[in-house]
């Protein structure tokens, strides 16, 4: 039996019904709008703006950034994003800095960097040399941690055993 997928678009679907489930238990006692979006193929300002929410994070505009899969949680006076980086090879520390970047550009309320494979390099840089402040990102005073875990195919979920840092 197959241990991967062929293409990456493959775990969008499924991990973009993980992080609805995710969205709605968190926030299921509040008013709110929750919205999920394959947005791989379209800059992130542009659908923040579909979603009428561009008002919110002004710092997006014209980035020409695209995030795999967007949360998006929305009340009616302020909103939350969410960032889903999907890789189907081992994860790089390459993969660790785009979703970094995105981040410190963008402060998402959350942020995961999820492979079908697994940890790969960032397993060492991570576990062995204990360098989970790679994680950090936010505006200063408020330091939030970005997730990286397994994604497992068979469950459709993140492998619990391999997230980083762990909950």
Same mark, same amino acid.
């Given at each position: 039996? %197959?241990? %991967? *997928? ?9 991990? =973009? ?21 394959? =947005?791989? =193929? ?13 008002? %919110?994070?002004?710092? $997006?505009?014209?980035?020409?950034? =695209?995030?795999? *899969? ?18 189907? $090879?081992?994860? $790089? ?28 390099? +960032? ?5 062995? +040399?204990?360098?989970?402040?790679? +994680? ?23 492998? %619990? ?7």
């Amino acid at each position: 039996m %197959n241990n %991967n *997928i062929k293409y990456e678009h493959e775990l969008y679907e499924p991990m =973009s019904n993980w992080l609805k489930a995710y969205l709605s238990d968190k926030y299921n006692k509040q008013k709110c709008k929750i919205s999920v979006i394959d =947005s791989h =193929s379209v800059y992130l300002d542009s659908v923040l703006d579909a979603y009428d929410v561009i008002s %919110n994070y002004p710092q $997006t505009v014209g980035l020409q950034i =695209s995030i795999d *899969i967007l949360g998006i949680v929305k009340w009616v006076d302020k909103s939350k994003i969410f960032f889903i980086e999907a890789k189907k $090879t081992a994860l $790089t520390l390459n993969h660790l800095g785009q979703l970094w970047a995105y981040c410190k550009l963008c402060n998402p309320e959350e942020a995961y960097l999820l492979s079908s494979v697994g940890l790969g390099s +960032l397993n060492k840089i991570l576990k062995n +040399l204990k360098r989970e402040d790679l +994680l950090d990102f936010g505006d200063g005073k408020i330091i939030k941690k970005m997730k990286i875990a397994k994604w497992d195919i068979l469950r459709s979920d993140i492998d %619990n055993h391999s997230l980083i840092p762990k909950i």
